[in-house]
């Protein structure tokens, strides 16, 4: 039972952190129609960059910063040169660019910082937290994780619910062509969405660093992971890939603790086949009204 | 009807082709302000190419638009919502995903001040705009009588509701130039008069251009009418001039019909009631080439 517990806890401390990515993939998703392979190596490179900062100043939370403003930045910049041009383009130009941007940043992030291994520091304790004298399996920084990447959502929320950015945003999303004969400028919303992908990325590299070790590949199966929540979550709905994020990493934890630890990416694996199978509009999918 | 200094509006012998078709072949015509100008013509006619001409969905091969003396026909199309550019569309258009109010504050939200920037640095600000737009939107639905479906996605509204949702949207712009795709088509009788005196509202601050196939409506709320046929305009003028003129009855029932002929004579009456005839079947059809 308490082997349960910890299971689900630490479970929901990664599960969080594949919501995060589910997120950002979903906000593209959602604007431009691509999914963004490069999400995960962009995440990588932001978090080089914060530990550079944390090096030079000493201090976590300046690191931290430092990468979110990276992450929005990476993310409308790329938006702007490099996907600009294949946006209603068939869909093939989009993947080659984005997965051509992955082996870009990826190579670039080899060439700077060397393919070694390096550890990445936790913003709060990661020693076990118990419950009188059981051990949770959770630490502090697994609390934080998860808190920060509600958080992260909910202002996601607030911010598409009550402003008017949020609203063209929306708008976009659902039919940009009608946005723009209203007046929306939709590049810069599709930038915007970009750029704020870019920095849920960020978050997400920061948080699940600490655990993985940092090198030029270190996003790629968290990438996997979090693009499987994001199905599972029906690719259009925010909640659904926090919700996707927070049951695949429950899951993928039961996985890894009954049946063994190696068995994990297969677990995921086997997931997103079984819901692409079963259910490829996502878990949460109801009565969908008929597009006219 | 060539371009004059008293309009608003000047369309000046715009040519669109489509490969090798000819939707629309040196159409010139002019909108005074506050003039309800209806737009008719057989099925195919070209009456929504032109429409999206106007709101720059298209870009015209030869030919010229002028709006309040600036030619639209290179600026994109949010550049021309700026610019007092409003129009409706074929069917509804609605975004689904949003509730009515807020499918109208988009509509309102071209004269909103937050940007880019200004949206990620000063969530306060951008908050503001928002309860603004968000009155103003209500303002608008109250306008078009669909106030009570304010917080309701435009898939639990009846297509009558649906339709004030999407003029209150256009209205939300304020435009001075408000272009109407089928505002009539699949109304009720009874919603038809409502809809006539909104228009008529309506033209007390905006220019109107109309696409309707509905003729009784279309007389009773234009000032004046244009008649297109493969592209061309065939006749224009008042409504009266236009349902007098055989060229089109012969558009409407075939150029070698007899009815073009029966309409000088005994037969006005005859004439008008085959037309409108003609006229519904045509409607029948549109239904088809949605937007």
């Not at chain 1, 030079?56 to 938006?79: H, I």
């Not at chain 1, 810069?188 to 590299?205: C, E, Q």
């Not at chain 2, 988009?106 to 951008?126: I, Q």
């Not at chain 2, 000032?223 to 009266?240: C, E, T, Y």
Request: net charge neutral; aromatic share 8%.
């Amino acid at each position: 039972m308490l082997e349960f517990l910890q299971f689900t806890l630490s479970g929901i401390s990664f599960g969080a952190v594949y919501a995060a990515v589910a997120l950002s993939l979903v906000l593209i998703w959602r604007g431009t129609r691509i999914l963004n392979f490069a999400q995960g190596a962009m995440a990588m490179f932001t978090t080089y960059i914060a530990l550079e900062v944390i090096r030079g100043t000493g201090s976590y939370w300046a690191g931290f910063a430092v990468a979110l403003a990276a992450g929005l930045v990476f993310g409308a910049l790329a938006e702007v040169t490099v996907i600009r041009p294949v946006e209603g383009k068939p869909p093939l130009n989009a993947v080659i660019v984005t997965i051509g941007l992955l082996v870009l940043v990826e190579g670039l992030a080899g060439i700077i910082y060397g393919g070694q291994y390096r550890s990445f520091p936790a913003a709060f304790t990661v020693t076990g937290l118990r419950a009188g004298r059981s051990p949770l399996g959770i630490s502090w920084f697994d609390v934080f994780t998860v808190l920060a990447v509600l958080a992260a959502a909910a202002a996601l929320a607030a911010g598409f619910r009550y402003t008017t950015a949020g609203l063209r945003l929306r708008a976009t999303a659902f039919d940009a062509r009608i946005a723009r004969l209203l007046g929306v400028r939709v590049g810069r919303v599709l930038t915007l969405g970009w750029a704020l992908a870019g920095l849920l990325g960020a978050l997400a590299g920061l948080l699940i660093s600490p655990s993985t070790f940092l090198y030029p590949n270190s996003m790629d199966s968290i990438f996997v992971f979090g693009f499987t929540a994001a199905v599972i979550g029906g690719l259009d709905s925010p909640a659904g890939a926090v919700a996707g994020g927070l049951i695949l990493g429950v899951l993928l934890s039961y996985a890894g603790g009954y049946l063994g630890s190696e068995l994990t990416p297969l677990a995921g694996l086997v997931i997103l086949a079984l819901v692409l199978t079963f259910r490829p509009d996502g878990l949460f999918a109801g009565v969908r009204l008929r597009r006219v | 009807m060539n371009a004059d200094s008293g309009s608003v509006l000047d369309v000046d012998g715009v040519t669109v082709r489509f490969g090798g078709l000819t939707a629309l072949d040196g159409v010139s015509f002019g909108v005074a302000p506050r003039q309800v100008l209806g737009l008719i013509g057989p099925n195919g006619a070209g009456k929504t190419t032109l429409l999206n001409v106007l709101c720059g969905f298209i870009r015209p091969n030869e030919g010229r638009v002028r709006f309040a003396g600036r030619e639209l026909t290179r600026l994109p199309p949010h550049r021309l919502a700026g610019l007092g550019v409003a129009r409706t569309l074929q069917g509804v258009g609605l975004f689904a995903g949003l509730t009515a109010v807020e499918n109208v504050m988009v509509g309102a939200n071209c004269r909103a001040s937050a940007g880019f920037w200004p949206a990620l640095a000063g969530l306060p600000r951008s908050g503001r705009d928002e309860r603004r737009l968000r009155a103003e939107a209500l303002e608008a639905l109250r306008q078009t009588g669909a106030a009570a479906a304010a917080d309701r996605k435009p898939g639990e509204l009846p297509y009558g509701v649906r339709k004030r949702v999407a003029l209150a949207r256009a209205l939300a712009a304020r435009p001075r130039l408000l272009l109407l795709d089928e505002p009539a088509s699949g109304l009720a009788d009874d919603e038809l008069a409502g809809l006539a005196d909104l228009v008529t509202q309506i033209a007390a601050q905006a220019a109107l251009v109309v696409v309707e196939h509905h003729m009784d409506w279309m007389m009773s709320v234009c000032d004046s009418l244009v008649v297109l046929d493969f592209g061309k305009v065939i006749a224009s003028g008042s409504p009266k001039d236009v349902q007098a003129d055989p060229a089109v009855t012969a558009a409407y029932l075939g150029a070698d019909g007899e009815a073009a002929e029966t309409g000088t004579g005994d037969g006005a009456a005859q004439n008008a009631t085959g037309e409108r005839a003609a006229v519904n079947g045509a409607g029948d059809g549109a239904r088809d080439n949605d937007e």
